[in-house]
């Protein structure tokens, strides 16, 4: 008997066929996502710039925001900085800006920049409001150590910036739902640079106010760039000689800002031979003149008196000393050296400062710029996983702070001397 396959029954390449056509609807959603007719581009354009206009929701939620941050560089608690991060605002308005760029519109543009300026500045006077309020602590716990290291430009935050730019373009431009998360990750690299940028003008303290406004419009900038990059890959072009001139003056400004900004403009300058390097501070020694001995003279020794006998009849001649030599005064001088100190500066190759810690890798108890001065204990360090951590102390906020530091981010101003006794020198006088 004969036994054949049931009509009904696909073919083998039934199965190859579904996956070429659903390949094909995919390459054709993605390149609908950008209309080939004015029309369409118009009404596209228009949809997602209602979607990033901004509420009252913005404006609410970034002085919440603002005042949890300003209290957790107040404490200098982590839990309450990342707490303000999950209540920031939906940065839609963001993306706005980079939709305005591309498609040249002056209205847009305007509105969106002025929106989330209005928003910062409500996240400034936050913090600057936390840091009129740190003037009342007590030194010993004035180190503010969270408003120091987000007010300084790391390349993983960089990292974490663009990741969080290039999401949250694709999921707002592809999707109709809020791109909460990544929205969270811009608003930790946009938020805090600008809250602790108002804390340190409210705290009087320094490096920490205008070194976080400029990381602040660095990442801002920074984002921005990917912003309009992710977008030229999705397919947003401008399509005017007025939307082509915009984005690219605006492209041209952000490259810029970014160059000079970052230090990366000088490495090319050098580079190139068009600059030279800045030099490392000039290592001094200071040299103490060393105390001369002093000589202390025994006393005078009169001279000897011969007397001259009677003669006899065995003439002599007896000589009489008058005075008895006494043993004569050793003079001994001991020169005693001071210990000089160690001065040694700050000079990281990232994030413009270092961390004191309390033991070798332990917790941070202050931060110093790059610049600041530290006093080393001369002949203390100790080697932990390969990694050498100096003993040192400095004043921070006029409060005497001892701890570690790697020795990697010190620059010595100073020498460490030969710490050997000093020679003793002996003079003796002797008849």
């Not at 996956?19 to 581009?41: H, K, L, V, W």
């Not at 925001?65 to 939906?90: C, E, T």
């Not at 990694?387 to 906020?397: C, T």
């Amino acid at each position: 008997m004969d036994y054949t396959d049931p009509p009904s029954q696909s073919t083998p390449e039934s199965p190859q066929e579904f996956i070429s056509a659903r390949a094909r609807r995919r390459r054709a959603q993605r390149r609908a996502y950008f209309p080939t007719d004015e029309a369409g581009r118009a009404a596209l354009y228009e949809h997602l710039a209602r979607r990033t206009f901004p509420s009252y929701e913005l404006f609410v939620f970034a002085l919440i925001s603002g005042l949890i941050l300003g209290l957790g560089y107040l404490f200098n608690a982590q839990a309450l900085i990342f707490f303000g991060v999950l209540v920031a605002p939906l940065l839609t308005p963001w993306i706005g800006i980079s939709l305005a760029v591309i498609a040249g519109s002056g209205r847009l543009f305007i509105q969106t920049l002025t929106a989330l300026f209005v928003s910062s500045l409500l996240i400034f006077s936050s913090g600057l409001l936390a840091g009129l309020a740190s003037r009342a602590l007590p030194d010993s716990a004035r180190t503010f150590t969270e408003a120091f290291t987000h007010s300084r430009l790391w390349w993983p935050e960089l990292v974490v910036l663009t990741i969080g730019a290039i999401i949250l373009t694709i999921s707002f431009v592809r999707s109709e739902e809020r791109p909460y998360l990544p929205s969270a990750l811009l608003a930790y690299e946009l938020l805090l640079p600008i809250c602790a940028a108002g804390f340190g003008l409210g705290s009087g303290v320094e490096g920490i106010w205008l070194q976080g406004l400029q990381v602040f419009l660095v990442h801002f900038v920074w984002a921005t760039f990917f912003g309009i990059l992710t977008l030229f890959f999705l397919r947003f072009y401008p399509t005017t000689i007025s939307g082509a001139t915009f984005t690219g003056l605006a492209i041209i400004a952000i490259l810029t800002i970014v160059t000079y900004s970052t230090g990366f403009g000088q490495w090319i300058r050098i580079q190139a031979g068009l600059a030279t390097p800045e030099p490392d501070p000039v290592t001094q020694t200071v040299s103490t003149p060393t105390p001369l001995p002093t000589l202390t003279p025994s006393p005078e020794i009169p001279e000897a008196t011969a007397v001259i006998g009677v003669p006899t009849q065995t003439p002599s001649i007896t000589l009489t000393p008058k005075a008895t030599l006494k043993p004569s005064q050793t003079s001994t001088s001991t020169v005693t050296a001071e210990p000089t100190p160690i001065i040694g500066f700050i000079k990281a190759a990232e994030g413009g400062g270092a961390f004191i810690r309390d033991k070798p890798g332990g917790k941070v108890i202050a931060t110093l710029g790059n610049g600041a001065t530290v006093t080393i204990v001369p002949n203390d360090f100790q080697e932990v996983g390969k990694v050498i951590w100096i003993h040192v102390f400095a004043l921070v906020n006029g409060v005497r702070v001892e701890g570690w530091m790697i020795q990697s981010v010190l620059i010595t101003a100073t020498p460490i001397a030969d710490w050997q006794p000093s020679a003793t020198s002996e003079f003796t006088v002797t008849p």
